[in-house]
């Protein structure tokens, strides 16, 4: 059984460094088209894709947050490490792991941690 | 960047069909896939590829990607179905792929 578990503070001032962990169990980031990607959700807004890494460790980013944003793996925990610098209010949202499928060079997410709510505010 | 258009919301009494458009340019060139996001629960693939389901999603679900439109269609709408419904693609248009999402239609079922 795949899961992804987000973890991570729940408040977070603004200009401070916001740092997520995912932890995940039942696949693994090797050869084979599975990664796992970043996605959040502000309140009332549409999902939006943050980061996705891939088992040789290649990173991708949002276009957008790209300057923001460092994503890094620990393949031997299972983990993937997600970090947002100068957080703003804006960035308060709902922050979802996810399993990215990667097929013919084309990505989709088909398993989803809960998510882990983040607020940002003084 | 690539832009996916979603109406706000479709509403349809239950046992009827709902159809959830999203326009793209030229959207039948790219692979097309849909996430149900429940009030408080996290979002759920329900078609990736166009039209394939994934283990364990209805058969009334269903997609197709045609012109400047894909289109999610739910058969026999029923109260459980009631969620938002977002469209997403890869877009390797420009200088840096990226993941696009639509702006989520709200299902409500009357």
């Known amino acids: 059984q795949v899961t992804l578990k987000e973890s991570g503070p729940a408040l977070v001032k603004p200009t401070q460094t916001l740092t997520l962990t995912c932890s995940f169990s039942g696949f693994s980031l090797t050869p084979g088209g599975m990664d796992v990607s970043w996605i959040r959700q502000p309140p009332g807004k549409a999902l939006e894709w943050l980061a996705r890494?891939?088992?040789?460790?290649?990173?991708f980013y949002s276009t957008s947050l790209k300057t923001r944003l460092t994503i890094s793996k620990d393949t031997s925990k299972n983990q993937v490490v997600i970090t947002m610098t100068n957080v703003e209010p804006v960035d308060t949202a709902t922050y979802y792991c996810?399993?990215?499928?990667?097929?013919?060079?084309?990505?989709?997410?088909?398993?989803w941690g809960r998510g882990t709510p983040v607020i940002v505010s003084s | 960047s690539y832009v996916l258009t979603q109406p706000p919301s479709v509403s349809v009494a239950p046992g009827t069909t709902a159809r959830i458009p999203c326009g793209g340019s030229?959207?039948?060139?790219?692979?097309v896939h849909w996430y149900q996001k429940k009030s408080g629960l996290a979002p759920v693939l329900v078609i990736y590829?166009?039209?394939d389901r994934p283990s364990g999603i209805a058969e009334r679900f269903s997609g197709s990607n045609s012109g400047n439109t894909a289109t999610l269609t739910i058969s026999r709408v029923e109260a459980g179905d009631e969620a938002d419904y977002y469209c997403q693609v890869w877009d390797t248009s420009g200088d840096h792929p990226d993941v696009v999402f639509g702006e989520g239609t709200k299902l409500t079922v009357l």
């Open positions: 590829f166009d039209n």
């Open positions: 890494i891939d088992w040789r460790g290649t990173e």
């Open positions: 996810t399993r990215s499928i990667v097929l013919a060079g084309i990505v989709y997410f088909d398993v």
């Open positions: 030229a959207i039948a060139g790219r692979s």
